[in-house]
């Protein structure tokens, strides 16, 4: 309730947000994390052949804490290296998936942003585009990237979002989020 009410009187104040962005971690795929976490606690008869799962589930406390570090560390790096442009506002939710991680949503605010409705859509594009590309990276080239991309950026349903509904009177499955969507290799604004 509070939150919402900040988030609210934040939107007031500064006007419509330019991005929203939401940060939840791959924890179990997490090399970094299952290291540091395995160090951590050495002294657990057999930590050494724990499944990353079973590492991660051992100690919430200390995946929590290093989690929130890391995106303390993310959040520090945008707001100097201005990756989405010049933030001079932001409001963040924490919220915890049923696995007890911590994953972050996010509103910021740009400096010279343009606003959809006010602004042309001529320069609306060109700010999107300017920090945001939607791209498959190629797979000779950049192995690695597009393996991570495909893996976590993607959507694929499962039971969180299938819906059953009845359609020419049979029974099928559909998206919530109405996926899959079409690919198009032109960028298109909907506001």
């Avoid at 079973?54 to 570090?69: M, Q, R, T």
């Avoid at 442009?85 to 910021?108: L, S």
Wanted: aromatic share 12%; charged share 25%; hydrophobic share 35%.
């Amino acid at each position: 309730w509070y939150q919402r009410r900040v988030r609210d009187a934040m939107c007031v104040r500064h006007g419509p947000p330019t991005w929203f962005a939401t940060f939840s971690p791959a924890e179990y795929d997490w090399a970094d994390l299952v290291e540091y976490i395995r160090e951590m606690n050495a002294d657990l008869p057999g930590v050494e052949n724990l499944s990353s799962t079973e590492l991660l589930a051992k100690d919430p406390v200390l995946v929590s804490h290093f989690i929130h570090k890391r995106f303390e560390a993310l959040l520090n790096f945008m707001l100097k290296a201005d990756p989405i442009g010049k933030i001079n506002n932001y409001f963040i939710r924490i919220e915890y998936q049923g696995r007890g991680v911590a994953h972050f949503h996010c509103i910021f605010w740009v400096d010279g942003a343009p606003v959809i409705g006010k602004n042309s859509d001529k320069e609306v594009v060109s700010f999107i585009q300017k920090y945001v590309s939607c791209k498959l990276p190629d797979k000779n080239q950049e192995a690695e990237l597009h393996d991570m991309v495909d893996k976590y950026q993607r959507h694929k349903c499962r039971d969180y979002c299938l819906r059953l509904i009845k359609s020419g009177g049979k029974w099928k499955k559909v998206c919530r989020f109405g996926n899959p969507r079409q690919e198009s290799q032109l960028f298109q604004l909907h506001d």
